[in-house]
């Protein structure tokens, strides 16, 4: 579970804060971020590197290489962001695990989309969102996973600095709850994330994750290329 926890981190690919369909996919395009996850007590867990790619004029697809602390490949996920005007649409899947600790798995299901305004201000409460994945490995259906976003509010502008630079950030904060079954068994994980999004960037510098008043995890950029 602490493994899926981490995992669940990493591939959180989330949008874009743009003033338009053009700025944002000009923006993000051709983008290569890298993030380390640490645990609580700072020691890194696994690496994770975005590859963001223009598909259209209002459209980016997001590919992600995880590895573990060794540097094993434990999992890739590919996932898109659509701009419509006034929102950036995430593709819920990419909130999930495309591999776990053992392997490659591959996800599916019906699109979901959690949104953000391409507006967004402090005290700005954002829509929830949830989605069901079917997750499974050559071709044999493994588990189902369920999860469920909400209470997703907008903070105050910091700057956060990190290996890559300094960025200008608003702060969101979200509740969620993830529930994996397998075999028909599944056992719900609630948890709190807090995250400091860079609208230059288009996705977040740091995010952290809580477990009650208990600091599991932290994602942090370190390079961009």
Not at 33 to 50: E, P, R, S
Request: aromatic residues 8%; contains cysteine; proline residues 3%.
């Amino acid at each position: 579970m602490k493994k899926l926890f981490f995992i669940l981190m990493i591939l959180c690919c989330k949008a874009a804060i743009a003033q338009n369909c053009s700025q944002f996919v000009n923006n993000v395009n051709g983008k290569k971020l890298t993030y380390i996850n640490q645990d609580a007590k700072g020691k890194q867990q696994m690496t994770a590197v975005y590859t963001t790619t223009k598909k259209d004029a209002t459209t980016v697809t997001v590919h992600a290489e995880i590895n573990d602390k060794n540097g094993k490949p434990i999992g890739s996920g590919d996932s898109e962001m659509i701009c419509d005007g006034n929102t950036i649409k995430v593709d819920m899947k990419s909130f999930v695990p495309a591999a776990n600790m053992k392997g490659n798995m591959q996800v599916s299901g019906e699109a979901k989309y959690l949104t953000y305004p391409t507006d967004m201000h402090a005290g700005q409460t954002l829509d929830d969102g949830s989605v069901t994945i079917d997750m499974g490995s050559g071709g044999a259906p493994m588990a189902n996973l369920q999860m469920d976003i909400k209470n997703r509010k907008v903070g105050q502008a910091e700057t956060i600095t990190t290996n890559a630079g300094s960025f200008d950030c608003l702060q969101i904060s979200y509740d969620a709850t993830t529930k994996m079954k397998m075999m028909g068994i599944g056992i719900p994980f609630n948890f709190h994330v807090t995250e400091w999004y860079s609208p230059k960037l288009g996705r977040f510098v740091k995010s952290e994750t809580y477990r009650g008043d208990k600091l599991m995890g932290t994602m942090i950029l370190d390079a961009i290329n």
